[in-house]
């Protein structure tokens, strides 16, 4: 009966280790979850995502039953709206693992107000004083594990003045950026405290005496310093995401060619696609330049994405927008004609995984006891 056991899960096994582990892995295949919409139906439903963390969670925009566009979370299969009363308009951006949420909002498409939810309560995070007094707007971008976010705040109307900020401790400070910042934006932050952006700013070597530029901020204080300048080729840049290992993705002008670009240190790597996130192991999601497909770059390779999902899924994949540290993938494609938004995760899926190696090693030690009894009887 024992030799029965072990016969069948050894076959069990040996299946995983062909079919199920070695090759989805190197493949990096994916299965597809599509998210659906809030009480939408017919032609008018659509929703993007913008941002997950690593339980799942998955945060973006959403058409509503009356066609109005709100921000969702969506976690455990639901979809939550998290518009506030009297805002006809809202977008999630950014959500981190406790499950706080960057929310931007407006009721007249005119004044923004950035927010966090948390909890079932939601926390204007106001902004930064203005110097003529109209408008009081604030559009947060990222949020990290510690619940800092960062953003950009109107503070005047010469030239619509916009300022990057850090919000820390219920505290919002600005972000001073080297150079003369015309309009600036704070883009990520990652568990450090290190904050990407990008700022327009006076260069009389070019035309026009404006170009764009990136920034990393060390969140210690003083001002935001440029990166891209110490890499040979780069004329302008802007930053999109950073990770933990301080690796920097964003665009670029690349000896005179529009490129996406992954900064590490004083190393920086073209990318040929327009990058929008990065995990911790440096894996990057984006979208095509040149046509509706979403990308992923790894070890060095450009993939498209919808060549890594079963071809008969009905789903062609347009945009990737964020990326956990389970490799989970977020964004939007096209699904019977209508845009949602989508999450892959990688097959098998990481609870999937260590079942698996859980079994194998089930087999070793049952392969053990069938070898010691085996010598007992001897």
């Known amino acids: 009966m024992l030799n029965t056991r072990i016969r069948s899960l050894g076959v069990f096994c040996a299946t995983i280790l062909v079919g199920g582990i070695t090759t989805p ?5 994916y299965s597809i979850k599509g998210l659906g919409a809030l009480g939408a139906n017919g032609e008018s439903q659509y929703s993007k995502a913008y941002g997950i963390n690593d339980k799942g969670q998955v945060v973006g925009i959403s058409s509503t039953a009356n066609g109005d566009y709100h921000a969702f979370l969506y976690s455990n299969g639901n979809m939550q709206d998290l518009t506030s009363a009297n805002n006809v308009y809202s977008w999630a951006s950014s959500i981190n693992a406790s499950g ?8 007249d498409l005119y004044r923004f107000h950035a927010s966090v939810y948390s909890n079932g309560a939601m926390k204007d995070l106001g902004s930064l ?6 408008n009081h707007s604030t559009i947060a971008n990222a949020i990290n594990n510690s619940g800092q976010v960062v953003g950009m705040s109107y503070v005047g109307s010469f030239d619509e003045i916009d300022k990057p900020f850090i919000y820390s401790n219920t505290n919002m400070k600005g972000i001073d950026v080297n150079g003369y910042p015309y309009d600036s934006d704070a883009t990520a932050i990652n568990n ?8 327009l700013v006076m260069d009389y070597t070019q035309a026009g005496n404006i170009r764009s530029q ?4 060390s ?3 003083g001002s935001a310093n440029s990166f ?5 080729g780069w004329a302008y840049s802007s930053a999109r995401d950073i990770n933990d290992l301080t690796q920097i993705i964003g665009n670029g002008s690349f000896n005179g060619v529009n490129s996406g670009y992954l900064y590490n240190k004083d190393n920086t790597i073209a990318l040929n696609f327009n990058p929008n996130a990065i995990n911790n192991s440096g894996l990057v999601v984006g979208d095509s330049y040149s046509s509706l497909h979403a990308m992923l770059y790894t070890n060095g390779a450009i993939q498209d994405l919808n060549a890594l999902i079963n071809p008969n899924s009905g789903w062609h994949l347009t945009s990737a927008t964020g990326i956990n540290d389970l490799g ?6 096209s699904f019977n004609g209508l845009q949602q938004a989508f999450m892959l995760s990688p097959v098998p899926e990481p609870e999937t995984y260590m079942m698996m190696i859980g079994g194998i090693g089930l087999v070793g030690f049952a392969t053990r006891r069938k070898k010691k009894l085996t010598n007992m009887k001897a």
């Open 228 to 232: 891209s300048n110490n890499s040979p």
């Open 25 to 29: 892995l190197l493949a990096y295949q």
């Open 100 to 107: 706080q949420v960057v929310v931007n909002s407006t009721p």
């Open 214 to 217: 990136a920034f990393l901020y």
């Open 129 to 134: 004083p203005v110097m003529d007094g109209n």
């Open 192 to 199: 450090l405290g290190q904050v990407v952006g990008s700022s």
């Open 219 to 221: 969140g210690s204080g």
């Open 328 to 333: 989970q993938i977020i964004g939007a494609g």
